[in-house]
């Protein structure tokens, strides 16, 4: 039994020996972080509508046939990324007496910077970034002289939607770009 006690006691003294060696080491740490930020670009387009002086469009009232309303489309770069852009156009008629007739209307495209494909207008040139603009895309409204009395007090709407998407990595022209939203 005395050999117990001494194997017990020698382990007792071992074991108080090893922590008072851990707890007597000291080790020099040291630590360090790096927080890099990235952040993504953005592509941001104003859709500018405006009256042949450069003011803002407002509705118009009382047009007659045969009348030309002067209103001016542009679509204005105003992110940090060169931008192909297209633009797509749609007349809707309502509170017609009858079935409308889109055809009576004439909108005043400008076919020298823009092209027509698919139902949308491409600006043939990539968009300059941080303030580039449009050509103007459409330079007026004209309404048929042979509009009878079933447009009398009816509405029409010209619908303007422009879509832009990015020039960098994404093909050599505005009707190779992907990305288009569907």
């Not at 890099?36 to 509508?49: A, C, G, K």
């Amino acid at each position: 039994m005395k050999s117990k006690k001494k194997i017990l006691a020698c382990a007792v003294i071992l074991l108080c020996l090893s922590v008072m060696a851990q707890s007597t080491q000291a080790f020099y740490v040291r630590s360090e972080t790096a927080r890099n930020v990235i952040t993504t670009s953005r592509i941001d387009i104003d859709l500018r509508e405006t009256d042949a002086a450069g003011n803002p469009f407002v509705d118009q009232f009382h047009v007659l046939p045969g009348q030309q309303v002067e209103k001016e489309v542009t679509v204005r770069n105003a992110g940090p990324q060169d931008a192909y852009v297209r633009v797509r156009l749609e007349k809707v008629f309502q509170n017609v007496n009858g079935q409308p007739d889109a055809s009576l209307v004439a909108l005043d495209i400008n076919s020298s910077d823009w092209t027509y494909r698919d139902g949308y207008y491409y600006y043939n040139e990539p968009l300059s970034r941080n303030g580039g603009q449009t050509p103007e895309l459409l330079t007026g409204v004209t309404f048929s002289e042979s509009m009878g009395n079933q447009y009398q007090g009816s509405q029409f709407k010209l619908i303007v939607t422009v879509q832009a998407t990015q020039v960098a990595n994404n093909g050599e022209s505005v009707f190779e770009a992907k990305g288009w939203p569907m």
